[in-house]
């Protein structure tokens, strides 16, 4: 199983990027990234998924690297309602299910 | 569609007393999860299932039981609560596995929680 690894917590400022690296030095061929983001007293909520090189959506950028052993979520122009706790899951395609481990994840603040 | 349903939003048991939590989808997804949350963690996986009649254990499922009769319906079954149950409890399920817009996709949708004290 693919273990991740996130820093504990972030610090930004509105209208900054910020990104956000996960390690996954043990991924395998057939596993797939996805970020959640969690609020307080919410369940988890999909932001991203990616195989390799780069996705975009509407709300973040993926970058996985060749390697595919990190991958770096980017926030664009944050803002204090980004404040939240974001998690790097790692797990194979289709479905994962006891497979995916959320981890600790890392707690972004965003401040003025 | 209401997505997917937690009951009750809050509960308090007391040690050795047993309960169901309820979780409902109206999207039609075959995969549905039970995870538990303790505070300043992440999500550990209790059950899961892959469809109607098939469920298998996650990470930590001891003191727990699930059934799947229906696409529907996944509820969690605490047979003799104890305070390290203590937790807050997110029920998820995912579409079938696939394609959308050319990538694929394999999102969870989690339902709003239900925050269970054990005394």
């Known amino acids: 199983l693919a273990k991740t690894t996130q820093p504990i917590s972030m610090d930004s400022y509105e209208g900054q990027e910020v990104n956000i690296t996960c390690s996954h030095n043990?991924?395998?061929?057939?596993?797939?990234i996805t970020w959640y983001q969690q609020f307080p007293s919410q369940g988890p909520r999909f932001i991203i998924q990616?195989?390799?090189t780069k996705v975009t959506n509407e709300v973040a950028s993926l970058f996985i690297p060749a390697d595919r052993k990190s991958s770096t979520l980017s926030l664009p122009r944050v803002s204090l309602s980004d404040t939240a706790v974001y998690y790097c899951?790692?797990?194979?395609?289709?479905?994962?299910?006891?497979?995916?481990?959320f981890g600790t994840g890392t707690q972004l603040k965003v401040e003025l | 569609n209401a997505g997917v349903t937690q009951t009750p939003k809050f509960q308090v048991l007391k040690t050795g007393q047993s309960m169901t939590l309820q979780c409902a989808q109206d999207?039609?997804?075959?995969?549905m999860s039970w995870y538990r949350q303790d505070p300043g963690m992440g999500l550990r996986l209790i059950h899961y299932?892959?469809?109607?009649?098939?469920?298998d254990q996650g990470e930590v499922p001891n003191g727990y039981n699930v059934s799947r009769s229906t696409t529907e319906d996944f509820p969690l079954r605490l047979l003799s609560a104890a305070p390290s149950q203590t937790s807050v409890y997110f029920c998820?399920?995912?579409?079938?596995?696939?394609?959308?817009?050319?990538?694929?996709?394999?999102?969870?949708?989690f339902g709003p929680g239900t925050r269970l004290t054990v005394l």
């Open positions: 998820a399920s995912s579409p079938p596995s696939g394609t959308s817009g050319g990538a694929f996709t394999d999102t969870q949708y």
């Open positions: 043990n991924i395998a061929t057939n596993d797939y």
């Open positions: 990616g195989y390799k």
């Open positions: 899951l790692v797990g194979p395609f289709p479905g994962g299910g006891n497979k995916l481990t």
């Open positions: 999207m039609n997804h075959e995969y």
């Open positions: 299932s892959v469809g109607a009649g098939i469920t």
